[in-house]
């Protein structure tokens, strides 16, 4: 009588093998494909929040944009200008005062003082003055992307002052453009021209990381302008 043999060949040994290894690379890669994944998720997230942060704050403040009804007020003001070379997108820098006025949680504490929240947070409430750019108006040191300047109390001059802060790393390139009832512009200035605002602001901007031909924009109307189609004004710009 035959005895049975039990046990596996060298053969079935190496096939073995040879699955395990394919089936421990193509785990490998899938690992690294979720990794790569959820690498690039969390990256598009981030700039899709920090684009949100940054866009809320610009589309309020312009919003809110508002000029003194005295003629000779030089400390309210609409102006748009260039910080270096013209740009195909319009104006790179727009200093403005408004309305808007962001009260930060903090300072609502019921045991500060007001020196404390004057120290602490600056004046608060009242009209501000912004100014948006790609060039600090301060030192910066290395960092560079869309800079944002606000100033409270305002004075006169609509290029320095205040508090500035990087608003968002990802902008390499903004241009501003203006509605003026009939035409968008590349230029607006209340302190040289019409003392009145534009009826609405294009913002287009470029990120990093993305190709030179993707453009984002957006609009935002002004609320405060009386410019219309039928009351349009001239503030001697060129149509970029």
Known sequence: ?????????????????????????????????????????????????????????????????????????????????????????????ISFTSGYSYIPGGSLDAELTFDDVHETYGPLGGLAEYSYGTVATGDAGNATGLFERVQRPVDADPLQGGFESLVSPDVTEVGFQFWDGSQWLSEWDTSAGTRRLPAAVKVLYRLTDESSDQLHQFVVVISSSDVTSTNPVTQGASQP
Do not use: P
């Open 1 to 93: 009588m035959r005895r049975c043999q039990s046990g596996l060949t060298l053969i079935e040994v190496l096939v073995a093998m040879g699955i395990g290894g394919i089936v421990v690379a193509a785990s490998a890669v899938a690992f690294r494909a979720g990794v790569d994944h959820l690498y690039f998720s969390q990256r598009v997230l981030q700039t899709q929040q920090s684009k949100s942060d940054w866009t809320s704050g610009l589309r309020q403040s312009l919003s809110c944009a508002s000029l003194s009804a005295d003629a000779n007020d030089t400390k309210s003001f609409f102006i748009a200008s260039s910080d270096d070379a013209t740009s195909d997108l319009g104006a790179t820098r």
